[in-house]
């Protein structure tokens, strides 16, 4: 499932709702925004306050294509990513560049943690509650249901 919360601090309470059993999570700032970048990092501690460390995080600058009004700086906001564990895409919405790559790396970072991640309900680890990952290019045959 992918949940938008669009970063409105009225839906902000909302959050733990969504994500306390999240696998991965993009997290949105405007590249002219200096404030949205500094709510990226209060998104991050949360998330890994509420979710644990194994959350995989990708950390998009859109906007990319408003370089001229840029307000954080790249290296900054690469570095930054680095050293939460995060991937560091630009995007911009409005051309389309770089959107479904952002969506890629966090898939791509979220089926590796599940692949590495030791099963579930073993007298060693606790139930998590995580659900394996998995994609299929065969469409799902119907069930013989009439719905």
């Known amino acids: 499932m992918i949940w938008d919360t669009a970063g409105q601090e009225r839906f902000h309470a ?3 709702i969504y994500y306390r059993e999240a696998n991965g999570a993009l997290l949105v700032y405007d590249i002219t925004d200096r404030d949205s970048f500094t709510k990226v990092r209060n998104w991050v501690k949360e998330l890994r ?3 644990g460390k194994n959350i995989q995080l990708v950390i998009a600058g859109n906007k990319c294509d408003l370089e001229k009004y840029r307000q954080v700086d790249e290296e900054e906001a690469q570095k930054y990513a680095e050293s939460v564990g995060a991937v560091h895409i630009l995007c911009s919405a409005k051309s389309g560049k770089n959107v479904q790559q952002a969506f890629l790396e ?3 970072g979220m089926l590796q943690k599940s692949e590495e991640e030791v099963p579930v309900n073993t007298p060693s680890t606790p139930n998590t509650n995580r659900t394996r990952i998995e ?3 065969t469409p799902a045959q119907p069930s013989g249901g009439c719905c």
């Open 14 to 16: 909302l959050g733990p």
């Open 49 to 51: 306050k509420i979710v």
């Open 106 to 108: 966090l898939t791509k």
């Open 135 to 137: 994609f299929s290019d």
